[in-house]
């Protein structure tokens, strides 16, 4: 009788890195571990979290969306034009509605089109990027009276970080979409036979991305109570990287939440140590790409691993 191995949680080796991370830094400099710091921390990490969350609940369907955070800029640019009028509930709505719409767009794409993820979102983020740019006209929209300015105050950013994280979290884990989630990037045809439409799931978990995209910048308006369209750029790349280091696989059906968070974690405290260290941003740079390298290796080691 073959005794089985106990199985690593795929999030441990990622807390294992951070912590050996935080320590570092910790001796390196004392200012590292305040509390100031933990704010700074938290305001830097936000945005790009709330995406990243959205993002892994994509990549587990085994799809991509490179458009995230052109949906992040159109939909703040609507909630900015009405809040600087005074109209902040409309420019909630708005950004809301732009955020899923855009989602839905993509997700419509992927599974009526039958447009591979990563060819949809690369065609839709550079029309969402340019819509956005028309829509500014190159300007940079500023609240002199922010009337969201309170989610940039003291440990805000931390607790809708964490909120949000949590929130998603309990969905993918303890509810029926959730299963479901995990279901179709596991496979798909295996779903589809036990009488769940997986088109149906992947417009879903779109929609919600761009929802999460709207709430990203939202929050990002909050925290520096201006924006202009190419405010956002790269944040696809950095929520891509924190859910991979994460431990989330890149070919769908395995990962968590957590694990992101942990990912994004890693990236924000590299950053932040680096500056505070008086070191280049390069170096961090370079280590979230070893991180990522490591992460798909782990990842693949431990899928040949399931087939034995």
């Known amino acids: 009788m073959r005794l089985r191995r106990k199985r690593i949680p795929r999030e441990l080796p990622t807390l294992g890195f951070l912590t050996v991370l935080c320590l570092a830094f910790s001796l390196a400099n004392k200012n590292f571990a305040t509390a100031a710091n933990l704010r700074t921390l938290g305001a830097d990490a936000a945005t790009t979290c709330i995406l ?14 490179l458009s995230v955070a052109a949906v992040l800029s159109l939909a703040t640019l609507a909630a900015a034009s009405l ?18 719409g855009c989602g839905f767009f993509n997700g419509v794409l992927i599974t009526r089109i039958f447009m591979p993820p990563i060819i949809a979102t690369l065609g839709t983020m550079y029309v969402f990027q340019s819509a956005a740019a028309l829509a500014s006209g190159g300007q940079c929209i500023v609240l002199e009276h922010n009337p969201i300015a ?14 949000t994280t949590l929130f998603a979290a309990g969905v993918l884990q303890y509810t029926r979409v959730g299963r479901y989630i995990y279901a179709v990037g596991g496979c798909e045809e295996s779903t589809r036979l036990s009488g769940i439409d997986p088109n149906v799931i992947k417009i879903l978990v779109y929609t919600a991305n761009g929802l999460l995209a ?23 790349l950095a929520a891509i990287a924190a859910v991979v280091i994460g431990g989330t696989s890149i070919n769908g059906g395995q990962g968590s939440v957590l694990g992101t968070l942990l990912g ?37 080691i431990r899928r040949e691993d399931t087939t034995r």
Not at 83 to 96: D, E, F, I, P, W
Not at 150 to 163: A, E, H, R, S
Not at 214 to 236: H, K, P, R, W
Not at 277 to 292: D, T
């Open 52 to 65: 990243a969350v959205g993002m892994t609940a994509v990549i587990l369907t085994g799809g991509i969306d």
């Open 83 to 100: 809040m600087a009028k005074g109209l902040t509930a409309q420019g909630l709505v708005a950004s809301a509605l732009v955020g899923a």
């Open 150 to 163: 309170f989610l940039g105050k003291g440990f805000v950013p931390l607790l809708v970080l964490l909120g």
């Open 214 to 236: 709207a709430l990203g910048g939202i929050v990002m308006l909050g925290i520096g109570s201006t924006f202009q369209a190419n405010d956002a750029q790269g944040y696809e």
């Open 264 to 300: 994004i974690a890693i990236t924000t405290v590299l950053r932040n140590g680096a500056i505070l260290a008086g070191l280049e941003a390069r170096w961090a740079q370079a280590i979230v790409g070893l991180a990522i390298f490591l992460a798909v290796a782990v990842d693949k």
